[in-house]
């Protein structure tokens, strides 16, 4: 049981370049979840999916775009990726509402250049 | 606006000394708190979920109380092992959006 995959694990971009950020869980969870971890800060919500086809914005979705095509897979869209992006982007998914008792992949270390 | 503030930032302690990690939060109608630990390069890992003050869960070395102002979690007899960072979070505004606190990173020495 792999839980939630995310890959890459580690990327660099350039300033303006694009890419999307891959998650999937086995699990058969509804509910999805994208967040950035910045140092000292607390997880901040970007994105979530309450089940196939329906997301929504989190606290900070300014420069990001989701999509929830299947109830696996959750990919995170970076668009004209900038500086401030620059941050280690965790998926996390829920069979509970209000990401109760979540499950999270391994992470994403994104740096922007 | 709702807050989760963890103290301390981070802690020291001996193998076999125990301590507790506080949860101090602020928000309008607590729907739960979770507690995560989470190890270096790694996603947090859940550990508890409380819902009502007065209420405690354990787990190993490992025991989360809540009151309705914060949340403790006591480490009985800590082991290098359970060297991590500690988060605590609380559903806040919508359903499905929480607030995390920065944590509290835990070391254990031998």
């Known amino acids: 049981n792999a839980g939630v995959t995310q890959t890459p694990k580690f990327r660099i971009l350039k300033i303006g370049q694009s890419m999307t950020l891959q998650c999937a869980q086995d699990m058969n969870h509804n509910y999805m979840y994208w967040y950035r971890q910045d140092p000292g800060m607390g997880l901040k919500l970007i994105y979530y999916?309450?089940?196939?086809?329906?997301?929504d914005k989190g606290e900070v979705p300014n420069g990001y775009n989701v999509s929830r095509s299947t109830t696996e897979d959750f990919p995170l869209r970076l668009e004209l990726a900038a500086p401030s992006q620059t941050s280690v982007y965790f998926c996390?998914?829920?069979?509970?509402?209000?990401?109760?008792?979540?499950?999270f992949g391994q992470g994403t270390r994104l740096t922007v250049v | 606006e709702d807050q989760v503030t963890q103290s301390p930032e981070a802690l020291r302690l001996q193998e076999g000394e125990s301590s507790s990690l506080n949860c101090s939060y602020t928000v309008s109608g607590l729907r739960g708190l979770f507690w995560y630990r989470q190890d270096p390069g790694k996603g947090p890992e859940f550990l508890f979920t409380?819902?009502?003050a007065g209420e405690e869960k354990e787990k190993e070395r490992l025991k989360a109380t809540l009151t309705k102002k914060e949340s403790f979690l006591h480490i009985t007899a800590p082991k290098p092992e359970d060297s991590a960072t500690y988060l605590c979070?609380?559903?806040?505004?919508?359903?499905?959006?929480?607030?995390f606190g920065t944590g509290t990173k835990l070391q254990v020495i031998p």
């Open positions: 996390a998914s829920s069979y509970l509402q209000g990401n109760t008792e979540a499950f």
């Open positions: 999916s309450v089940g196939a086809g329906i997301t």
């Open positions: 979070a609380v559903p806040s505004g919508g359903y499905q959006k929480v607030t």
């Open positions: 409380l819902y009502s």
